[in-house]
């Protein structure tokens, strides 16, 4: 049988980020220990180049090759740009804490990049098999990630607890898939809508197939109460990983629910989001009030984004091209905010000390100053208060939901405002008012220092000026 | 630049200059202590000259409004607007501003770093502006919360202070709340309205008052106002927030931070008010306010403490006028906003002199000052009877109108005939609270035991205090040619209207409100008389109420809940969490399955089921069940895995899928001797763990789960579809030469999927060989019974069978493999089967042995499979094709007849070889790892054969 040649142009960013990952594999195995680095610059290299390449095949209009089965449009093309940068200063933050835990190893890094092309090949998706195939070559990676450090108990069992829970939300996702397939006959994600569309849409088969989707979905994305494994992971994994799972990861899964939910599943959309309201009242109500009660300043930080990712649905309840770029914004936000805040906790630990208890934040202004202004940003970032870029993305998904008719719930995402304002204001509280334990300033490599102020700073500069990246949310969905 | 093109910035620049100021208060203290104090007054001074040229406006009757876009997308302008309202607001900030920060440059001592204070200052400042002068209502919304930070900052100052940083954080807590209710309130506002500016929403006060959001709107605002302007019931963060040095508390609570509330509610009062809705909740809050407030001012030891309360009490008053809802008790209220700003400001400066000469704020300590500072006592006194409403003071005029305003809403309702009454119980504490300020300070004998002995302050921490009370008199004497302009802007402003008709004269004449406050002017006089019973009383009976106590109680409480919630969904446990998962999984299924009428099962008529099949499933249900029974004896289990798998197989057969059911059978097979590999170094049995509770749980969850799954094949299974089966049955043949369309779809239709997963199955057998290269396992010597394992490793009758089983075994192979592409077979199955006679001679013969006669490393197998394979895809590329393109042919062979070659039978070869290698080469790993360990384990043993 004959088969004709797809148009690999589209396909360039991922082409190139799979190669380089295999050559990261292949060096690292000539590599000493001390030249590891070459690898680190390698990776970021590679990072770069993607970013460049992805905009270089941009184009305003949307394209699909490999028959269909992969798209590049807009929403996709933003994303990986954030998706890369986003890696990319993962990275850089893990560095030294790597090295310290003599975990600074080639594979990591090309476990890393095996991820990022997971969720490159994720948010580019347009077929359920193209889906699956980057939900899971991203998730593989991050579950032997996460194990990383294999002789730390916890760090194993998180993998272990990943691993299993992953693994059944896999299969659930793939269980509704299968459905879905079976009602429409195909796997294509726009034939799909347009045949779900002329179905009835109390179909009782297609409703099942929406129900495991988004089990699937929701445990991607970490809304209660498919939930459990984000507090057990992040605090298990190494700081560096847990730093990756917890920001860019978050991007993809937004780009996978996009595709099945609204671009897929559009027609049953009174349907799905009477579950996605559900799952948002629940992950905004628990998230809020569980992470009251953490000592952890790492699972605190865990139940912090399982509210953000309540809030990032509202922004999908209230759909329409107003609510899902109002929902991206928001995800971007987040995955900035996120990395200023682990990045921080992982410039505070040192060889043999992790610094993850919110008592280790004591006095922090006390010890380094100008670090302790970054956190207090981002912190005040997170928890909404204006001028701070998360003030707008909270704003922006408010107000999606409220012209969308859903009063209640932005009233109710306010007040569990209040509650989150609390405890991310007890970081400063910790930071500002205490005394600290050690009065030792916080040590960083100046790259690392360079990158953390303009994450800081970037809290203050977005929220002032944040026009130009919700009107590259908006572009999405224009 | 002219100064007409700057003018178009100038609002902007009046709110945003403070902020940049602040940096350079911070950096300037770096050079001289009091370089900041100067950088504050400079440009709190440049802000006023902003301001100046645009003053004339709002007197004209014109609201200025200047606009750039900020966020369209979400309807965000960068807006401000200057009206009547705005500019009275604005000149207090600035004007009272200017006067603090004279008064702060004496006030803090050299400790105290200047930089941080003013810089926090000027923030605020600017904050301030910022609410007052917005159009956009988002905007106004960011500048409040930015006040109720700068405001956290300024109270908490002396940060080693336990009390400020707990009084900060309270105000910190209760603002904020307010300032998130307030967002929410103004976003249902800009929904109901469509736009978020000003200009728009004041002009659809009908639209928003007809509208069913019209009550959360009002309650949602309202949170914020009384937070911010310490309402009941959150007036309570006020007196704590007195722990803030005394210049902050003077700004503060005087002319700013309570005022924006007030200010807010000024601001919609044109769309909001004359509801029931609002009359009840904003004169209801406002009278409890004002009550409580001037009751319990009385009673503070603290001065501040007292001018705290006495600051509540008279915000209440505000808000009661406002709650009246009528225009010209919008009048009073505005007035009283000048008047309040102006005597309490002063008073609070009054009370930080005395704090900074006597070292002291106890009223019952410092006495009889008037002596010590008499040019203090003075102002002081004019400031307090303000206060109380003594005429020829500014106090007197609003209050007079506060009382004509009450008496005029006693008539609305027959409810309404107590708040003439209620109102004069607060202006008698009033009086008194106002007295005891004057008599217990300056007064009332000698001080006692101060840590210093009391002098008159600095000159220029007086002249701020000086001017202030000048104000007082002047507006109380002469308010015509002094507030009256200002007051008419404002009141214009507030109501968008012109306003009504009133009169500021000081007399007239004998009526009903003169009557009231001589009234209360006499009671005061007489209840500070008796003042040391009431004392007693209250002390006994009342003091320890505090708001606090609830306030913690409230955090402490949700602290706890949090706890509780995080007890129970907080395990760590991995099996808890997939309970929550499946279990809400099933929830979900459920729900969609009640709520959705349509039918579950589609219209295709279900098969005939025969009685054989029955007895499959029973078999393979039973089997089923005791696996999960059994799966403490880990052997039983497997053995019972190994006929679910069977079974399964058999189910193939009955489907017509001979291919399947193959494969599964040879892979069942391959797998549990994979797995008894593995089981080797495990203990045979597992300890029971699991509590009853959890079993009957998980059995009606599993239960659960399988009907549910049952069901919805059911539902997939009864509707029709279309397969795409039809078309490799159509192509099979033509396309590929073959007719047995698994085969087919393998080697050819799906060639590439085929090479890639061989590539992976290589991998892993050569994965597994390296990583189990020199790895040795702790290997249990004997069984859970104390028995040792069988030494007798290798038994004669099963050598002897297996030798004879080889050449069979191979036969089958080779023929499963030949016919493949037409008949169910293939390279895959093929391979399998070949792998498993391998196996089995290792098995039976031992390791060694078998190596010795296999002469052939399993390395080159995988290799050779591979390279077969790929090169079948590379002949068709240099033939000019596709990659992997196919061909085929009929033979005629001499026994066996006519014969189809198709190329792909090459790549068959190539799958078969790299099933072979690699089972063989990984399950031969993991025995010799068995092997490896047990020598280790067991040195005891005798030396066993061939090895």
């Known amino acids: 049988m004959n088969f004709i040649t797809p148009d690999f142009m589209p396909v360039l960013p991922e082409i190139f980020v799979l190669t380089m990952a295999c050559v990261v594999l292949i060096i690292d195995l000539y590599l000493k220990d001390e030249n590891r680095g070459v690898i680190y610059l390698l990776v970021l290299a590679t990072l770069v180049g993607a970013a460049g390449l992805t905009l270089f095949v941009h184009t305003p209009e949307s394209v699909t090759t490999f028959n269909g089965t992969f798209i590049k449009d807009t929403m996709s093309d933003v994303l990986k740009v954030f998706i890369y940068l986003v890696s990319g200063v993962v990275f850089l933050y893990s560095r030294d804490y790597l090295i310290e835990r003599k975990i600074f190893k080639g594979e990591y890094f090309a476990l890393g990049l095996f991820a990022v092309l997971g969720m490159m090949v994720l948010v580019s998706a347009n077929n359920m098999i193209t889906i699956f195939l980057g ?26 607890k990943y691993f299993v829970l992953g693994a059944i939300a896999s299969g659930l996702l793939l269980y509704g898939m299968s459905i879905i397939y079976g009602m429409t006959g195909t796997l294509d994600i726009a034939e799909i809508g347009t045949k779900v569309s002329e179905m009835p849409s109390d179909n009782i088969v297609l409703l099942f197939g929406v129900v495991f989707i988004l089990v699937g979905l929701a445990f991607k994305l970490g809304a209660v109460p498919f939930h459990m494994w984000i507090p057990d992971v992040y605090h298990g994994a190494p700081t560096a990983v847990t730093l990756f799972i917890a920001t860019a990861p978050k991007i993809a899964a937004f780009g996978m629910l996009m595709r099945l939910l609204v671009d897929g599943l559009g027609s049953l959309q009174a349907h799905w989001q009477e579950m996605l309201v559900a799952l948002a009242v629940m992950s905004i109500i628990f998230g809020n009030v569980i992470a009251i009660a953490q000592t952890n ?15 990032l649905l509202l922004g999908i309840i209230a759909a329409g091209a107003n609510g899902y770029s109002s929902a991206m914004f928001y995800i971007i936000v987040y995955t900035l905010m996120g990395l200023g805040g682990f990045g921080m906790i992982i410039l505070m630990s040192r060889s043999g000390f992790e610094a993850d208890e919110l008592d280790d934040l004591k006095g922090l202004a006390k010890r380094s100053p100008w670090f302790a202004s970054m956190m207090i940003l981002i912190m005040l970032s997170m928890a909404g208060i204006p001028p701070l870029i998360g003030f707008f993305a909270k704003l922006a998904v408010l107000q999606a939901v409220i012209d969308a008719g859903y009063i209640w719930l932005a009233v109710l995402a306010v007040l569990f405002s209040v509650v989150g304002a609390y405890y991310y204001l007890r970081v400063v509280w910790y930071m500002v008012f205490e005394e600290p334990k050690e009065t030792a300033p916080i040590k960083a490599s100046f790259d690392v220092q360079v990158v953390m102020s303009i994450n800081g700073l970037g809290m203050l500069a977005l929220g002032l000026f944040p026009a130009s990246l919700i009107a590259m949310c908006a572009a999405a969905f224009g | 630049m002219t100064l007409t093109a700057l003018l178009n910035f100038n609002l902007p620049i009046v709110a945003l200059l403070p902020f940049v100021g602040a940096v350079f208060a911070a950096w300037a203290s770096k050079i001289n202590r009091l370089a900041s104090a100067w950088v504050a007054a400079f440009v709190t001074i440049l802000s006023l000259a902003f301001l100046a040229p645009l003053m004339a406006l709002p007197f004209a009757g014109e609201t200025l409004i200047q606009s750039w876009q900020w966020i369209p997308s979400i309807g965000l302008e960068f807006a401000f607007r200057l009206d009547g309202l705005a500019l009275l607001f604005a000149l207090l900030i600035l004007v009272i501003g200017l006067l603090v920060i004279i008064y702060a440059r004496y006030y803090l001592s050299k400790k105290d770093s200047m930089g941080r204070f003013f810089s926090y200052f000027l923030m605020f400042m600017g904050s301030m502006l910022g609410v007052v002068l917005s159009e956009n209502l988002i905007q106004l919304v960011v500048f409040w919360e930015l006040t109720s930070l700068t405001s956290f900052l300024l109270i908490s100052y002396w940060q080693h202070r336990q009390d400020a940083r707990a009084g900060a954080r309270m105000a910190l807590v209760i603002t904020g709340m307010g300032g998130l209710a307030l967002l929410a309130g103004v976003l249902l506002l800009g929904h109901v309205v469509g736009s978020y500016n000003l200009t728009d929403v004041l002009a659809s006060g009908e639209l928003i008052q007809s509208h069913e959001l019209y009550v959360p709107i009002l309650i949602l605002i309202l949170l914020g106002v009384f937070t911010k302007s310490a309402q009941f019931p959150f007036h309570f963060w006020l007196p704590h927030a007195m722990a803030a040095p005394t210049p902050v508390s003077a700004y503060l609570h005087s002319a700013t931070m309570v005022k924006a509330g007030i200010f807010l509610l000024a601001r919609f009062f044109p769309v909001l008010s004359g509801s029931p809705e609002w009359a009840w909740l904003v004169g209801g809050a406002g009278l409890v306010t004002l009550l409580i407030g001037a009751y319990a001012a009385l009673f503070q030891h603290d001065m501040k403490g007292l001018l705290a309360y006495s600051t509540i009490s008279h915000l209440g008053l ?30 609070f400066m009054v009370a930080g002199i005395i704090d900074h000469e006597t070292g002291t704020r106890d009223m019952r300590r410092i006495n009889g000052l008037l002596k010590y500072m008499p ?47 209620l109102v004069v119980i607060a202006a008698v504490f009033s009086v008194a609270y106002s007295l005891r300020f004057i008599h217990d300070v300056f007064f009332n004998g000698e001080p006692v035991n101060l840590p210093k002995t009391p002098h008159e302050p600095p000159r220029f921490m007086k002249i701020p205090v000086d001017l202030l009370v000048v104000i007082c008199l002047a507006v109380g004497i002469a308010p015509m040619f002094t507030v009256a302009p200002i007051l008419a802007v404002a ?39 008796y003042r040391k019973r009431l004392f007693e009383w209250h002390e006994s009976n009342v003091a320890h109420w505090d708001a606090r106590v609830i306030f913690n109680a409230v955090l402490g409480w949700v602290n706890a809940l949090a706890t509780v919630v995080t007890r129970s969904f907080d395990k760590g446990s991995l099996q808890h969490a997939s309970v929550w998962v499946i279990a809400t999984g099933l929830l979900a299924g459920f729900i969609g399955f009640a709520t959705v009428s349509a039918p579950l099962l589609g219209e295709r008529a279900l098969l005939p089921m025969d009685a054989i099949s029955i007895l499959v499933v029973i078999v393979l249900i039973l089997a089923s069940v005791l696996t999960v029974t059994l799966h403490q004896k880990r052997l039983v289990a497997l053995i019972m895995l190994g006929v679910v798998g069977l079974i399964v197989s058999l189910a193939f057969v009955k489907f017509s899928a001979p291919d399947l059911a193959l494969t599964q059978l040879s892979v069942e097979v391959v797998t549990v001797v994979l797995l008894l590999l593995a089981l080797y170094f495990l203990p045979q049995t597992t300890p029971k763990e699991t509590s009853h509770f959890r079993v009957s749980r998980d ?44 085969n087919v779809i393998l080697v050819d239709f799906r060639g590439t999927d085929t090479l890639g997963e061989i590539a992976v199955l290589a991998l892993a057998g050569l994965g597994i060989y390296a990583m189990l290269q020199g790895m040795k396992l702790p290997a249990p010597d004997h069984d859970s019974h104390g028995r040792l394992w069988n030494r007798d490793l290798h038994p004669e009758i099963m050598q002897t069978l297996t030798r004879l089983l080889l050449p069979l075994m191979t036969m089958i192979a080779i023929y499963i493999f030949l016919r493949g592409h037409n008949l169910p077979g293939g390279g895959f199955i093929a391979g399998l089967i070949a792998a498993v006679a391998l196996i089995v001679q290792y098995l039976a013969n031992g390791i060694a042995w078998t190596n010795d006669r296999l002469k052939f490393d399993m390395h080159w197998v995988i290799g050779l499979g591979l390279l077969i394979a790929t090169a079948t895809g590379l002949v068709a590329m240099g033939l000019g094709y596709p990659f992997l393109t196919t061909t085929f042919t009929y033979l005629n062979w001499p026994v066996v007849g006519k014969f189809e070659v198709a190329s792909a039978i090459a790549f068959d070869l190539g799958v078969f070889l790299v099933v072979v290698g690699a089972t063989v080469l990984s399950l031969v790993e993991l025995g010799k790892l068995s092997d490896q360990s047990h020598k280790t384990q067991s040195p005891l043993k005798p030396q066993q054969e061939n090895s």
């Open chain 2, 375 to 421: 040019h203090t006592a003075v102002l002081a006194i004019i400031a307090s009877s303000a206060m109380a409403g003594v005429p020829l003071l500014n106090g007197f005029l609003s209050k007079e109108m506060f009382f004509d305003q009450a008496l005029t809403a006693s008539h609305t309702s027959s409810w309404a005939w107590g708040i003439p009454f």
């Open chain 2, 699 to 742: 059995i009606v969850i599993a239960v659960l789960s399988g009907v549910g799954v049952m069901l919805f094949t059911m539902a997939v299974l009864s509707r029709d579809f279309s397969p795409i089966s039809e078309f490799f049955l159509l192509n099979s043949v033509p396309g590929g030469g073959g007719t047995n369309v698994v």
């Open chain 1, 135 to 160: 939900l899971e070559l991203m998730s593989l990676a991050l579950y032997a990630m996460v194990a990383f450090q294999r002789d730390d108990k916890n760090a194993v069992e998180a993998a272990m």
């Open chain 2, 491 to 529: 009141v214009a402003g507030t109501l968008q209207t012109t306003p009504p008709e009133y009169s500021l004269a000081i007399w007239h004449g004998f009526n009903l409100p003169l009557m009231m406050s001589f009234v209360a002017l006499v009671l005061g006089g007489l209840v500070y008389f």
């Open chain 2, 318 to 347: 505000i808000t009661l006028l406002f709650g009246f809802g009528t225009e010209l008790a919008a009048v009073a209220a505005i007035f009283h906003i000048i008047n309040h700003a102006t005597f309490k400001a002063s008073l």
């Open chain 1, 297 to 311: 300043i790492k699972r605190m930080l865990a139940y912090s984004t399982i509210s953000h990712v309540g809030f």
